[in-house]
Nanobody, 122 residues
């Protein structure tokens, strides 16, 4: 079992930055792929990026070049650094833990956090 808690959300003006954290508890954190998804009202949950290990990351085209995922297995924590934020980035952001090969497909993730709100104003 893995339990995930997101933090770091808030309100920021367009062009600003935020760093989200996802703290995990449970066994064998390092064997999981860790993904970030987001969901805004009226839209489906969408993939943001994922880490399959330190230095092994993939990103959605919409955030590539602006968002960076990093991972500290010793602290059981994964981070989402968000730069150059845009109003369309406004959403609830979720972290998820999945099997080692999990990527952009939500069904590949077994555990989900409660989400943290990110609001970007123009």
């Amino acid at each position: 079992q893995v339990q995930l808690v997101e933090s770091g959300g808030g309100s920021v003006q367009a062009g600003g930055s935020l760093r989200l954290s996802c703290a995990a508890s449970g066994r064998s954190f390092s064997i999981y792929a860790m993904g970030w998804f987001r969901q805004s009202p009226g839209k489906a949950r969408e993939f943001v990026g994922a880490s399959r290990g330190v230095g092994n990351t993939v990103y959605a085209d919409s955030v590539k070049g602006r968002f960076i995922i990093s991972r500290d297995n010793a602290k059981n924590t994964v981070y989402l650094q968000m730069n150059s934020l845009k109003p369309e980035d406004t959403a609830v952001y979720y972290c998820a833990a999945g099997r080692y090969y999990a990527g952009s497909v939500a069904a590949e993730y077994d555990y989900w956090g409660q989400g943290t709100q990110v609001t970007v104003s123009s």
